[in-house]
């Protein structure tokens, strides 16, 4: 008899999977996944590109001078704002029960700041916020629909920031500012894919319909907005503790979303050649956008220049008649070269000739991305490292700490040794040579997915991780860090954060 019966077939399909699918991912919480075999740690050594001024700006001009190029800015944008006061959350039900807020916490340093926020308004906050029912009712304000109901939206629709004219502004609204600065195309439209879930979508349409035709008028632009969802068919299957399929109480299957690595699904779907990624709650107060956008722009043009690079070999490859020739032995010393100095990439050897050339052009022919890396403040955050890979060629990984085997002294070592981390930071090029897009989903690294430990309703499981959107489902592509600086990153991840200076005016 097999793992799964009738009924839990038909589950299965109604979700656009297969059977195979479910059964592999039950299979992994068996086998487990492989530790990523780490070389070393990513650093300004070797590893990670720290741009003089000549050379970011070369950069940067390269991409303002690039034509016929089409642009898009993909922002994961599913996360729920629950996490963002999580803390708030808490000390509401503590307060309600009639423990009031220490001094210093949460929910104290929220009520005494709470006129620095964006979202705070007279007409909804009361004057008095220094006192135990002061503390409750901001609290009960922010998060609840006496109020604003920010614990049950999501994070793209908090109001972030505040300007001296009286603007506020969402973090979605902030993606579409930064947008027009720094990815519009030749014609004049800022083109973004945001993913989002499906029941925010109301919401996000709304904000989107407040603040367009505002925008598009001052910014002589015009906004094409794709929201998008995580395809129910990359949720995986839930174990209980025994690997077997958890089942909840009426004996149906368990799916969990598989993390932000299903969006390589909706990554794929993008039309442009150029991508740039980053995450919803990473804006700043727009008197930083001149130093954002100048640094998104030195790393489209860094990407520019590794995909011309790359496409120039490809088609000198092409010109090789006789992979035995000199020519063609010394061009491929050349873009060995290339490989070990610019990617980290050492290829395993071999004296063959024919072989040489095609682990070349396959290595070359990939797509292509520049990760933005930032020095290493105790910010969470994927580390840089040089792994090598099944295929016996080093290459420039970002990994997860779960990825990491800890009783490994060299990997330890290496993690010791980090000094910089990826804020999610990405720009993309994910046509080959002759203009075709690339198949995104031939270059994920199925062996990089992790395992958590989950609940549902009081009882433990096990879920699995498919391979992180920048992790393991780009470990196949050409990748090439560079140095940004710190003022670039400024992530939300709880309401405290706001209260930062590159939140501020």
Known sequence: MGIFNQNDIRQIVARGSDVRTAEAQLARFKKGFPWMAIVGPATPERGISVLSKEMSDKAAAYYDNSTGVTKCKFVPASGAASRMFKDIFAALSEMESGHDAAPGSPADTLAKNIKKFAFWSEDIFPKETNTPEGRIDVASKVLTDKGLGYGSKPKGVIMFHRYEDGET???????????????????????????????????????????????????????????????????????????????????????????????????????????????????????????????????????????????????????????????????????????????????????????????????????????????????PGGGPFIIAGKDEATSLQILESVQIDKDNEGSMSAMARATHFNPVDIVCCLRNYKGEKFNLLDYIDEDAGFISSKSYQGRELKALELPGLWNGAMSDWNTKFVEVPLETFNPVKVVLDLLRPAHQG
Request: charged content about 30%.
């Open 169 to 379: 502004r969402t973090a979605f609204a902030e993606h579409l500012v930064e947008a027009q600065e720094y990815m519009r195309n030749p014609d004049g439209t800022a083109n973004l894919v945001v993913t989002i879930s499906p029941e925010h979508r109301e919401l996000f349409e709304k904000e989107l319909e407040r603040v367009k035709e505002a925008y598009e008028k001052k910014w002589n632009v015009r906004f094409n907005v794709n929201f998008t969802y995580q395809e129910k068919s990359t949720d995986t299957i839930a174990a209980d503790l025994k690997d077997k399929p958890f089942r909840t109480d009426d004996g149906s299957l368990l799916f969990r979303p598989g993390g932000h690595g299903a969006l390589i699904h909706n990554l794929n779907k993008v039309d442009a050649e150029l991508v740039s990624i980053k995450n919803i709650d990473n804006v700043s107060n727009q008197r930083l956008l001149p130093v954002t956008a100048y640094w998104k722009k030195v790393l489209l043009g860094e990407c520019l220049m590794l995909r011309d690079r790359i496409f120039s070999y490809l088609e000198r490859l092409d010109a090789q008649t006789d992979p035995r020739s000199e020519s063609c032995h010394v061009l491929c010393d050349e873009i060995e070269s290339f490989f070990d100095s610019e990617l980290c990439v050492q290829m395993p050897l071999t004296t063959r000739p024919a072989e040489r050339v095609a682990m070349l052009r396959a290595k070359l022919n990939r797509p292509i991305r520049i990760c933005g890396m930032v020095r290493n403040q105790g910010e």
